[in-house]
């Protein structure tokens, strides 16, 4: 007699982004899995982040299977074959992305080491196997609660709310990068001491205008093997760096709501007001006002 185990039925199609988003225009969707039956390999057309809340199970993740505990996060991207099985009181939260996201910041966060991990395509040297993320038990908490404000934004449809749920998506990538860092999993040239020295220093002056030369004596490197280690270990090119800090301040500065546009751009080291309205919505995929009005309403 077969196993009374209830497994769902093998897909041969994708899922229909537009049937899992319920019709809404929302860019992420939460859906929380009391209890995760077995499921067969399947395939989304849209992005999914997981994060196993409680229980246990087998987890077969493109050649990969490894055993599922509370805390373990990954991301399935759009065409990679997962499954579960021996699930025993396993609950997760499934957090599906639209296409739309990935399009406009899939390059910016790929740009992160850390986002190998999140993907199963960071391998351990010594044993070979990919690199998991397990968060720690703040961690998930933390996870969940911005999770949580985002469905509830999505319940409450207030003005901006695409804007905001946007938002807490990228907090929530931003917030799973340090805690793969935390692991040391990215156990690279991150540590070592040139680049701590020059990272510390660009936090401090990322508004001065910094010639390359001074970066380049303080690693002690010449202008090519600098450039080229700078971006191995960040993901960026030292100028892309220092672009990205003066928006991280100018959204700050932003949030704070005592000052202009143009006096954000100054303070950032940015002179030209309409090149840093550019630079600012190609990061954040907003401008400088709109930004600031979402975090108003």
Not at 32 to 50: A, N, S, W, Y
Not at 66 to 85: N, W
Not at 176 to 202: I, M
């Amino acid at each position: 007699m077969k196993s009374g185990r209830k497994t769902v039925p093998k897909y041969s199609a994708k899922w229909l982004e537009d049937i899992c988003f319920r019709g809404t225009d929302a860019p992420v969707v939460v859906m929380r899995i009391g209890h995760q039956t077995d499921i067969e390999k399947h395939i989304h057309d849209f992005t999914e982040l997981v994060l196993v809340l409680e229980g246990s199970g087998i987890h077969e993740f493109g050649n990969e299977s490894y055993r599922l505990k509370e805390g373990d996060c990954f991301l399935v991207e759009p065409g990679m074959h997962h499954s579960y099985r021996s699930c025993g009181g396993l609950k997760l939260a499934n957090i599906l992305i639209r296409s739309s996201f990935v399009e406009k910041f899939g390059e910016m966060l790929r740009e992160d080491p850390a986002y190998p991990v999140l993907v199963g395509r960071k391998t351990n040297e010594k044993r070979g196997s990919a690199v998991r993320l397990c968060l720690s038990q703040e961690e998930l908490g933390s996870s969940m609660r911005i999770a949580d404000e985002i469905e509830r934004e999505r319940k409450e449809m207030k003005g901006a709310h695409t804007t905001m749920m946007t938002g807490l998506l990228l907090e929530l990538f931003a917030r799973l990068f340090r805690s793969v860092r935390k692991t040391g999993a990215l156990k690279d040239d991150r540590r070592s001491p040139w680049l701590s020295k020059v990272l510390d220093y660009l936090e401090i002056h990322f508004a001065e205008e910094i010639p390359m030369r001074h970066l380049q004596k303080m690693a002690g490197m010449s202008e090519r093997s600098f450039q080229r280690r700078f971006l191995g270990t960040t993901g960026l090119t030292p100028l892309r760096y220092v672009l990205r800090l003066r928006i991280a301040h100018a959204c700050r500065l932003l949030r704070e709501g005592n000052k202009s546009v143009y006096e954000v751009a100054s303070a950032c080291g940015i002179g030209n007001c309409s090149y840093f309205c550019r630079l600012f919505k190609s990061i954040t995929g907003h401008s400088p006002r709109k930004y600031a009005k979402t975090l108003i309403a």
